[in-house]
């Protein structure tokens, strides 16, 4: 990239940022809650390795991936000290021994045979010092029962949710969930709120919850999103190309 691009895009960035940051600082002082009680994770699937770094300059140590292997050539490429990169989008089995070398935090688990897979994953990367502590694990809920979306039923949360408590190399963090399309987002995050709830009257330590994105934050805000997931807002619109 030329430095008039870099530089040009560093400045778009900049400007998208602090008018993103401005939007959750607005949203968690309407809903009454602490400031900085809500972490924005950019959300930068499909986008250069150099916006990263653009991102990382601005102060952000998180960054959302949806796809392993370009996951892991970013972090390979850039070696951001400190950086922490999740795992947001649907993770599939085979795939879980290489997310855990590199993953912070999971965002999509919502099997059993998936967070067995991650265990195993994070016990070896362990044992190989490829990583240092526990893999956290949030746990997709569905919040239309429509398996092909994604996301455990919320009425087999609580058995999934001891199985990855109790799982070697893991670290039950909390709940994640996508609204579906043209749905109540209200109404959907109320709903997982009460889940949430539920949780933590069993797992105290699953504070964790990843909800809500460019169209819907100020909603998810409201019924206690700890974690806004945020692409478009921030990147702007998907690159043709990723590199």
């Not at 809650?33 to 950019?42: D, E, T």
Request: aromatic content about 2%; hydrophobic content about 45%; charged content about 20%.
């Amino acid at each position: 990239m030329s430095t008039v691009a870099s530089s040009a895009r560093a400045t778009e960035l900049a400007g998208r940022l602090d008018g993103l940051v401005a939007r959750i600082d607005a949203a968690v002082a309407a809903a009454g809650r602490p400031a900085g009680s809500v972490r924005l994770l950019p959300v930068t699937k499909f986008h250069p390795a150099s916006d990263i770094a653009i991102l990382y300059e601005l102060g952000r140590r998180e960054f959302g991936e949806s796809r392993e292997q370009e996951a892991a050539a970013k972090v390979d490429r850039l070696g951001l000290p400190d950086a922490e990169w999740h795992m947001i989008g649907r993770l599939q089995r085979n795939k879980a021994r290489a997310v855990a070398r590199w993953a912070h935090t999971v965002h999509s688990v919502d099997s059993e045979r998936l967070a067995n897979a991650l265990s195993r994953g994070a016990c070896e990367a362990l044992d190989a010092g490829e990583r240092t502590e526990s893999l956290r694990v949030l746990l997709q809920v569905s919040l239309d029962a429509d398996p092909a979306r994604g996301g455990v039923a919320p009425a087999d949360l609580p058995a999934l949710a001891d199985v990855v408590a109790a799982a070697p190399g893991l670290h039950l963090a909390g709940l994640m969930a996508i609204p579906p399309l043209d749905a109540d987002s209200d109404a959907c995050f109320a709903n997982l709120a009460m889940l949430h709830t539920s949780l933590l009257a069993r797992h105290a330590d699953a504070t964790e919850l990843s909800a809500g994105m460019s169209g819907d934050l100020e909603s998810a805000v409201t019924h206690g999103s700890t974690c806004v997931r945020v692409g478009t807002a921030l990147m702007g619109a998907r690159p043709i190309t990723s590199a």
